[in-house]
Nanobody, 119 residues
Framework: QVQLVESGGGLVQAGGSLRLSCAAS????????MGWFRQAPGKQREFVAA????????DYADSVKGRFTISRDNGKSTVSLQMNSLKPEDTAVYYC????????????WGQGTQVTVSS
């Protein structure tokens, strides 16, 4: 498994931007598809974005399309989430995830980082 540590969360006003980063340690970072999930208070955890092992394919939740961008650097074993035009409903704890080749769901999760968007 890979160990994941998120950073970059914080408090921002609506319309602002934040960039989340996730550093991975362990073996073979490039063998994992990476993603971001989030969980708002009182709500279920939900998918936000994902990126393929090579970085040539991405996927986004409809709620963040056009505002968020996921990217990865396999040489540095990092994945990032650039969040623009933030809305109060984006407030949540954001989790970095890693999914190994034959897994149907993430098999590694970070500890989470809080993002709070004020109106």
């Amino acid at each position: 498994q890979v160990q994941l540590v998120e950073s970059g969360g914080g408090l921002v006003q609506a319309g602002g931007s934040l960039r989340l980063s996730c550093a991975a340690s362990g073996r073979s970072f490039s063998s994992y598809a990476m993603g971001w999930f989030r969980q708002a208070p009182g709500k279920q955890r939900e998918f936000v974005a994902a990126i393929s092992r090579s970085g040539d394919s991405t996927d986004y939740a409809d709620s963040v399309k056009g505002r968020f961008t996921i990217s990865r650097d396999n040489g540095k074993s990092t994945v990032s989430l650039q969040m623009n035009s933030l809305k109060p409903e984006d407030t949540a704890v954001y989790y970095c995830t890693a999914r190994s080749l034959f897994a149907r769901s993430p098999d590694s999760w970070g500890q989470g980082t809080q993002v709070t968007v004020s109106s």
